[in-house]
């Protein structure tokens, strides 16, 4: 028999649509229903007409701009999106954990990052399955394993979330982690979707944006960011979406979550800085949606309006969520950080950091044949350092 023939406009046509629909099975599910939001319980100055609002900016990523980061995620995304060899990560053990100092953070992924505070184990956007993403077959797939399983973490005091999208709240995870974990506190609403799961309510605690809670030694407040939420194609804005601050007697770290540059940082610098440690989104820009994640520059100066001491860049090295090349973010953000003079660390996921001492960590994700010379290598010490030399020689290989 004839096998069937295609022109080639036909089979254009195919790819685009078949790309078109793994892509939308990627970002969104049309199968889970928004959290139910109890609408007498919800009284932050945010919420209006049933979902949640920026501040300072009032357009939200909505469907349409969604098929169009689609679009281009065919017509304009990087060849090097994602790396060509797994990303090599440092093996963590349960007896590290525990014998670790206090004081100490490990990056597990992503936004994934725990931290070992006043005796305790805190833990945030816990994402490690294979995808980010509703589906197990399709959307974003990690460059590298967590650094440690699920089953071999410690108890955990507290699960903090900044918002629900797929890259930060991981259903496999949270109902995997849930028995270890003492409490998750969430911004409102993303606890509802929790509860829906099958975490028990008295574990959830939902913040307001200020809002503050005391866990074992720890002063946790919800603060702004500016971004936006939903796990399917209707459920845009039905929760909400928060930074957070984490004090104890001996340190404060700043988490970022997910946001866009915006006057947030300096308030929070203002009330709660300066922090030893900022964790802050870098990574998954675009000049398609500038004001729901910052370029390296713009993390660069929300570490500065923070009052942060060191910068630790999150929100890369794991997924490939944008257009642009998986190392642009780290490379650049290392060069920005150079020009403005500002202490940077970039720990291999696994490896340990001290929040009061951080050491400057290396360029990991540079592979052998771009790792370059021990002369790169000093350069890279120097930039770290935040002692501006040499910056024309290396913004050669930033590109
Ligand atoms: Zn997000
Ligand atoms: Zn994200």
Do not use: C
């Amino acid at each position: 028999m004839k096998p069937p023939r295609f022109s080639v406009r036909q089979l254009r046509w195919f790819f685009i649509l078949s790309t078109l629909s793994a892509s939308l099975m990627a970002y969104s599910s049309i199968f889970e229903p928004p959290p139910e939001v109890d609408h007498d319980r919800v009284t932050s100055s945010l919420y209006e007409g049933g979902r949640f609002h920026n501040t300072e900016v009032r357009h939200q990523m909505g469907l349409v701009d969604g098929l169009n980061a689609m679009v281009r995620n065919i017509t304009d995304k990087s060849t090097d999106a994602v790396p060509s060899t797994p990303v090599a990560t440092a093996p963590l053990t349960p007896e590290a954990l525990l014998d670790a100092p206090d004081q100490s953070l490990w990056r597990l992924g992503h936004s994934t990052v725990l931290l070992k505070l006043e005796g305790k184990f805190w833990l945030t956007d816990p994402v490690f399955s294979e995808r980010a993403s509703p589906f197990g077959f399709a959307g974003p797939k990690r460059f590298h394993p967590a650094p440690i399983a699920v089953a071999d973490l410690p108890e955990i005091e507290a699960v903090v979330l900044s918002h629900d999208h797929y890259d930060h709240l991981d259903h496999d995870t949270i109902l995997a982690l849930q028995t270890k974990v003492g409490r998750f506190v969430t911004p409102l609403g993303v606890g509802d979707r929790l509860i829906a799961w099958g975490v028990p309510a008295a574990k959830v605690q939902q913040l307001d944006w200020w809002g503050e809670t005391a866990l074992a030694g720890l002063r946790l407040v919800a603060t702004p960011a500016q971004h936006f939420s939903g796990r399917s194609l209707f459920d845009n804005g039905r929760t909400l979406w928060s930074s957070w601050v984490l004090i104890t007697p001996s340190s404060r770290v700043f988490f970022g979550g997910d946001s866009g540059y915006f006057g947030g940082f300096k308030a929070v610098g203002e009330k709660f800085g300066p922090f030893d440690v900022t964790l802050l989104e870098n990574g998954a820009y675009n000049e398609a949606w500038p004001d729901i994640h910052m370029r390296p520059e713009q993390t660069v100066q929300a570490h500065l309006d923070l009052r942060g001491r060191n910068l630790v860049p999150i929100h890369n090295g794991t997924f490939d969520l944008a257009l642009h090349a998986w190392t642009d973010p780290l490379e650049n953000i290392v060069v920005q950080a150079a020009q403005r003079g500002v202490a940077i660390s970039t720990p291999r996921f696994g490896e340990r950091l001290d929040i009061r001492a951080p050491e400057p960590g290396v360029a990991w994700w540079r592979t052998p044949s771009t790792a370059g010379s021990r002369a790169k290598q000093r350069v890279d010490t120097a930039l770290h350092t935040g002692t501006v030399v040499a910056v024309t020689g290396y913004s050669g290989a930033a590109q």
